[in-house]
């Protein structure tokens, strides 16, 4: 396949690859052998993922996840060009991931090669944090390493036998994907800030209520829901990485208010956030 592939990070048992596929006419790509264990977030595009009786249909908001030692395909769908995260585990590390997860049915059945999940607010808000931190540098070792084993634990959680979701149907792709992806990386870039259902919509160049049921369509939950769980992911990362004040935790992730972020937190993790930081094992700052 024609694609541009730069290791954007490399750590003791994984590295992180940005992949953007450069095919501008070809159909299906030729077989491809993996030898590695893969969590794939979508970033931008459609293509169908092809591996041994399933055909795994890709966009954003969507998670690959690949066993090593398989064939695949692609097939492009969607005219934009495809780009993903790719978190590629080394080959000991598979055998320890085995160890813990080896009782789920995805790694028991040797015909089950890959399979595809829609991931949450949250799972995608680790992705863009973790990316964030690998580009700025902003990030420890440490604190790097733990966003991506939270990433494989989320992930791996939510595995189930793949079914396309029928809701999504390949002229709502064609015509509305670029907004959802537009949507997502405007919110990511901006959820800190008092953004409006308008401004997100404006920025998508669709009306706001258009909008409201596309994104709904996608992602099952409302904008403001799905911009609320970014804020609270973010705010449970500062809890458990740092010791800054409630009200410094609460204002940087984009809440008017502590009170109303201590409601919200308390709703989303079952305790106060003075709580949760109790509970939680901070790492000591640098």
């Not at 690998?134 to 990433?151: C, M, P």
């Amino acid at each position: 396949m024609d694609a541009d592939i730069h290791t954007l990070y490399e750590s003791d048992f994984y590295r992180i690859m940005d992949f953007r596929c450069r095919c501008t006419d070809c159909r299906t790509s030729k077989p491809e052998y993996n030898a590695t264990f893969c969590i794939s977030f979508v970033r931008k595009g459609n293509f169908l993922f092809n591996v041994f009786r399933r055909s795994l249909d890709s966009y954003t908001g969507c998670v690959l996840v690949t066993k090593p030692n398989y064939e695949r395909t692609v097939t492009h769908t969607h005219d934009v060009p495809d780009e993903c995260t790719i978190f590629e585990f080394k080959k000991d590390f598979f055998g320890s991931l085995l160890e813990h997860y080896g009782g789920i049915p995805f790694f028991q059945d040797n015909d089950w090669h890959s399979t595809l999940i829609k991931t949450s607010a949250e799972t995608e808000f680790l992705h863009f944090h973790i990316v964030k931190l690998v580009l700025t540098r902003s990030g420890s070792k440490l604190q790097i390493d733990n966003a991506v084993i939270e990433v494989i634990e989320k992930v791996l959680s939510n595995i189930t036998d793949y079914k396309p979701d029928l809701k999504i149907n390949p002229r709502l792709k064609k015509n509305h994907l670029i907004t959802l992806e537009r949507a997502k990386e405007y919110m990511a870039d901006h959820f800190t800030e008092d953004i409006s259902l308008l401004q997100i919509a404006t920025h998508c160049y669709v009306s706001p209520f258009h909008f409201s049921r596309l994104f709904k369509t996608f992602t099952s939950a409302s904008p403001h829901q799905y911009l609320l769980t970014l804020r609270l992911k973010n705010a449970e990362l500062l809890l458990r990485n740092t010791t800054q004040p409630m009200a410094d935790v609460a204002f940087t992730s984009g809440f008017n208010s502590v009170e109303h972020f201590t409601a919200a937190f308390k709703q989303k993790y079952n305790c106060p956030p003075a709580t949760y930081r109790q509970q939680v094992e901070a790492p000591t700052l640098k």
